[in-house]
């Protein structure tokens, strides 16, 4: 089955710093998603994205639903350590039985 | 109390044992999953179900099979554990109509030797 790539894989950042990361695929999505999952927790929805070239923010998050339909970045500004878990990224097409389909996750960690 | 329930929250087991994974939500919603976490891997679907009569396969359902005891109750089971199905599995739940916001329990961590 279809995997979302995401990149970075990790990354270790100083707090205070932006993060940056992103995920594509090889197919278009209608609806992108952002989810964090902290250590021994299941994945938490961040942000939810619905139509090309959007840019949501929710706080420090900010994230956009790329104009090919087939790529989605997140912004995460002045980190801080609870911000230390795994990204996932996860695309939507309404109508096939509303799978989602994730992407492989880009681990942050943030050193003090 | 949590929403999305997973039991047990960890097992270890022997290859060729029968293990049952049990989620439960209060959340009220008709929508259940099931996703198993591989490193590097992300999630994948292992089976999902609509409603109590409603049961699909996902991209990865070979070696595992699910019961829908209630609309509150989704199990998961290998009927003959193997090693490559240790793993880090996890049970979601969502509203028709808003399969957007998937809510996922705690997860169970099985490793079966």
């Known amino acids: 089955g279809q995997q979302l790539n995401q990149s970075p894989q990790s990354m270790f950042i100083q707090e205070g710093e932006d993060v940056s990361m992103n995920c594509t695929s090889s197919?278009?999505?209608?609806?992108w998603l952002w989810y964090k999952q902290d250590p021994g927790e299941g994945p938490v929805l961040l942000i939810a994205?619905?139509?090309?070239?959007e840019l949501t923010s929710n706080g420090r998050l900010t994230a956009q639903f790329g104009i090919t339909r087939k790529d989605s970045f997140l912004n995460i500004s002045a980190s801080i350590p609870s911000d230390v878990g795994i990204y996932f990224c996860?695309?939507?097409?309404?109508?096939?039985?509303?799978?989602?389909?994730f992407g492989t996750g880009t681990r942050l960690q943030v050193t003090l | 109390d949590a929403d999305v329930t997973q039991t047990p929250r960890n097992r270890i087991t022997k290859t060729g044992k029968r293990i049952m994974l049990e989620c439960s939500q209060t959340?009220?919603?008709?929508?259940m999953y099931w996703y198993r976490q591989d490193p590097g891997l992300g999630l994948r679907l292992i089976y999902y179900s609509f409603d109590v009569k409603d049961i699909n396969k996902g991209e990865i359902s070979d070696g595992y099979s699910v019961s829908r005891q209630a609309q509150a109750k989704f199990s998961l089971s290998l009927e003959s554990a193997i090693p490559n199905q240790t793993a880090l599995y996890f049970c979601?739940?969502?509203?028709?109509?808003?399969?957007?916001?998937?809510?996922f329990g705690p997860g169970t961590r099985l490793t079966v030797l």
């Open positions: 197919s278009i999505f209608n609806t």
């Open positions: 979601a739940t969502a509203v028709a109509g808003s399969t957007d916001t998937q809510y």
């Open positions: 959340k009220g919603h008709d929508r």
């Open positions: 994205l619905y139509k090309a070239g």
């Open positions: 996860a695309g939507l097409n309404t109508g096939t039985a509303s799978k989602l389909t």
